[in-house]
């Protein structure tokens, strides 16, 4: 995963989609380091009186959103908005997420919302998308799976905890295999081959879901108005 990004360029992005939040909405909540930021502007302004509630898209983003004293809801509850989000990587509008093993919560929550903003830095910026694509299984189907991803051209490595012996576990406690295709020349394509593999719970191709792109810089933030 792209890891690169300043620190101000993430914060840049972040507090720019914190903007569009508006009283009385319902805000989808990403997760990573450059959504974290937005958590927190938006925390901030909760604290100075908007009205608002979150739907986190992971363990740690409630609990970040929490801290923050932004009021949670449950997605059955709620329909969302706006949608705040990072990306591991940005191509023509696509994206490649779950570099935080979150991106099945994710995509629930961005793509039921109204709008869906991402926030990255430019070192998420890509021609092509050629990141390794995380794909969340279920644990049984671990070696079908593999195999099955090697048939459409990839190759499969099972994602390890840094802390901890043994591999990473989502928090629907499956397992995620990072799957490398090289430069993918047709994402949609490939996001559908992926979703019919039996033992896939989600892949993290993100294919025409975002409405605007925040780019921060360490100088200020591009916004890119996408067509659906
Ligand atoms: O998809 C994600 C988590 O599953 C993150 O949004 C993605 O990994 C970007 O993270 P960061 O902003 O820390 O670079």
């Known amino acids: 995963m792209k890891q690169g990004g300043s620190d101000a360029a993430k914060q840049a992005a972040g507090e720019s989609a914190a903007e569009a939040v508006e009283d009385g909405m319902v805000v989808g909540l990403g997760t990573g380091s450059t959504a974290a930021h937005a958590i927190r502007a938006i925390g901030r302004a909760v604290d100075a009186g908007l009205d608002v509630v979150g739907v986190p898209t992971s ?21 969302v908005d706006l949608a705040i989000d990072g990306a591991d990587e940005v191509a023509d509008g696509d994206l490649i997420k779950g570099g935080g093993a979150a991106h099945a919560r994710e995509k ?10 991402v926030v990255a830095d430019p070192t998420k910026e890509a021609e092509r998308l050629s990141v390794p694509v995380p794909v969340e299984i ?12 090697e048939d459409v051209g990839g190759n499969p490595v099972l994602r390890r905890a840094e802390r901890k012996d043994g591999p990473v576990v989502t928090d629907n406690g499956n397992l995620v295999l990072d799957c490398d295709f090289g430069s993918i020349d047709d994402p949609a394509t490939l996001a559908s ?12 191709l993100f294919v025409d879901t975002a409405d605007e792109i925040h780019l921060g810089t360490a100088d200020g933030v591009t916004v890119r108005t996408l067509s659906k």
């Open 193 to 204: 081959d992926l979703a019919a593999l039996p033992g896939v719970v989600e892949h993290g």
């Open 59 to 79: 363990f740690q983003s409630r609990q970040l959103a929490r801290d923050c004293g932004i009021p949670l809801a449950d997605l059955d509850d709620v329909s």
């Open 138 to 149: 279920l644990p049984m189907a671990r070696s079908t799976v593999a195999t099955a991803v």
């Open 108 to 117: 629930i929550v961005d793509a039921n919302a109204d709008r869906f903003l």
